[in-house]
């Protein structure tokens, strides 16, 4: 028997049947899924041999090879006492303290073996190679870190010591047990090695951007390796070349069962009607992606057109002929919000099925942090409630997407994902598992909506994101009613800079725009009008809270209803209490904002919808009011007969104007935006904004924006769409420094730099894709105590749970449901919470044991509402610091 079969993987002492998975069957297991998931036909085995030059078969076999070293780390002594196994013929405990990861002893074995085991002929090196030593060690480093980095994060050895971890005691070597399952492994799946390439620093340079797609790939491989139900323990002793057939009959079905057997079969695209099944009339915008020439390679588009345009579905064009063409093989929707994501996932639930075959089984995941809370998504998961259903395709899909969807981590390894933009983001920050996000990504379309609402920091990372994913041959589509011209040059530049191409001048300033940039040419296309969407809003001002509070009850009066969009939730919470005061009906009054508890938060959405939906009637219009905060202009297909708006810079005022008879409804007067906003002066003071608009003041602080968004204003009269909409974005975003009044400088200085800092932060935070899949040097971007995150704001948010007494005992605000932990939630500003009155002690014993049930809630703020003085919440009004 060789000595490596004395080493186990895996083990369950005590269990019924074998009691152990030898070690050498565990990295045969993966090493199977592996060599599925890189067949030479596939698109990703083909994408990495065309970027590093070798044809797909040797390059499986290599990549296979190096991923069936995956837990060399194993073959310690050290780690073979943790499974605490006592059988005969294994290896003996020597008692020895585990405390460390196998992975890293993996890093350690390799460093100290594998020049050995290179010039004994265990790795099957080129007989006729002079590489040496040192001039291999740096590219071996690299090609071999995504394998020994297979739990999520690159490791590194550190100042480990062999002998403390690695035994030979007389009768067993770790290190030669290890070296004989190297050199068997070898001989069963003869690697090729590129030693030319290996020593070529250009050919490493494009080894490292990809390592990291290869490290997902080794992540993903060992994930489904280490499915029991597929690969059962066994602890019988054979040849390896006995039990790699069993291996790979075993892979195959788990690929068939969670999806990943074979991808789905794209079908050219053909036209709307095929799609929604009747006549339709694509818009202008629709036309040219059905027109469009595609380029060679991976390609970006930036569509920018007004809201009603048909953007979503010219996106979809654009993919389902990416997909056809070769560009991919599925498709990633990411939106700014929870709830947008909800309703891209809802209009795709039928839609992505036209992109492929019939006989095509595409998975569809949503990805966001409460998607338990959607129901849709969770039908499509739910476990069958009996075996005998005749829809056998159905049970197969749900068991495919129930594996897909058990963490976020997974979602986008879908065919088709949609979800919020953090999850595409967090593949470029040090998260444990990016590395399977980026697979996700490396063979998809990745569709971004409203670019334009990502701060500096977002941007960054957005481009940190487009420049790999052009790097890895991928195809991108951005969506935006406003961009300023200077965030488009910065998008196409990071596109470019990812295809290693120079950055392309852009000129043309027309609107609509079509840009479609690849590596040889980057074509600006003006787009026509779709007529029903184009509009005209005028613009009134208001100078007070109390002639907005006239407006809206005027509006009432004549039967109208009207929305009441403020900068602020404590100013929408005042303006509400005014006009519920004085509403000939105050059940007509809503009050929508973020500062509510998710139950009730889901339950005022759904009454929004309700009220000023698509769906609405006259009778149920009549007279209502809603106050709200920007949630409403980001999420929601609402639209109102009359509109007043909190002053906010024009892109925003822009937005929040489409939500303004947005929906056909028969005659009705010219649309009117009433914007709430200071008396205008031409030589303003420091604090023009802050005495009447504090709350702006604060969300806002540079009042610059704010005062040339109401100069352009004034001087057009009016929000004319399209055609003026780059007078409007850049009269506000491109107005040179000199336009500025004096007494604004020192709040937009500040507001510059703390912009220079957010981009700084950003890339101190992003992982640096084009360095490799590699921890070098004493950095450790993984680090625990290094807080990293997709979105960046003044001040961090806190999640708090909310509490209530039931009798003695504490319980959820919410109770008797399946995600009672969730919907009891709401999110605050860290400030905000220390307002809360801490947990009474008493109560110390009753949340632990909350936190043992619902175990999201150990990292959560518990408040009990009614043992505060202060703060209260209503589900009416959300959470309140007013005194009680």
Known sequence: MPTYHRYAGKALPGQSGDACHLLAWHSLDVAAVGWHLLAPERSLTKQLAAQLGIEPEPLRRLLVFLLGLHDLGKFSRAFQEVLKLALDGMVQPQGKPYKQRHDRLGVLLWDNCWNTWRKDGALRWPEDSTATKRKLWTPMGYLLAPFFGHHGQPVATGQLTFA?????????EDATAAGDFVDDWAALVEPYWPVDQLLDEEWLERFKTLSWTVAGWATLSDWLGSNRDYFPYCQKPMALADYWPRALKQA????????????????????????????????????KAENLPLQAGPQLFILEDVTGAGKTEAACILTQRLLADGHGEGLYFALPTMATSNAMYTRLGDLHHRFYSAASKPSLVLAHGARALNEAFERSIAQPDHDDYAAMDASASTQCNRWLADSNKKALLADVGVGTIDQALMGGLPFRHQSLRLLGLARKVLIIDEVHAFDHYMQTLLYHLLAHHARQGGSAILLTATLPKAMREALVAAWRHGL?????????????????????????????????????????????????IERVLAAVAAGECIVWVRNTVDDAIRAYQALRERHPDPERCLLFHARFAMVDRQRIESEVIRRFGKESTPTLRSGQVIVTTQVFQESLDCDADQMVSDIAPIDLLIQRAGRLQRHQRGERPAPVLQVLAPA????PSADWLSQAHRGTQAVYKDTSLIWLTQRVLRERGAIVMPGEARTLIEGVYAAPTDDLPEAFDLAHFERTGMDKQAISMATHNA????????????????????????????????????????????????EDHRHADRLSRCRLRESQVKKLTPLPGHYTEQWEALQQRHRGLRFVHPWLPEEDDTCSYDEQWGVSFEQK
């Open 164 to 172: 403390d971890f690695f035994v030979d005691d007389g009768e067993l």
């Open 252 to 287: 195959e079905a788990v690929l068939d069962a969670t999806g990943f057997a074979r991808p789905p079969e794209p079908v050219p695209y053909a036209g709307l009607a095929h799609w929604f099944s009747g006549k339709v009339t694509p818009t202008p915008l629709q036309q």
């Open 500 to 548: 290693d191409a120079a950055p392309s001048a852009l000129e043309v300033t027309d609107y609509p725009l079509l840009t479609h940039c690849g590596k040889n040419a980057t074509d600006e296309i003006s787009v026509n009008t779709h007529p029903e969407v184009a509009r005209r809003v005028a613009i009134t001002w208001l100078e007070s809270e109390d002639e907005a």
């Open 680 to 683: 205008w002066s031409d030589t």
């Open 767 to 814: 992982l640096n894709l084009e360095d490799g899949y590699r921890l070098d040097g004493d950095f450790d971007p993984w680090q625990e105590e290094r807080e990293t995150g997709t979105r960046l704001s003044d001040e961090q948010s806190v999640e708090v749970v909310l509490l209530k007494r039931r009798g003695e005992e504490l319980v959820l605000w919410v």
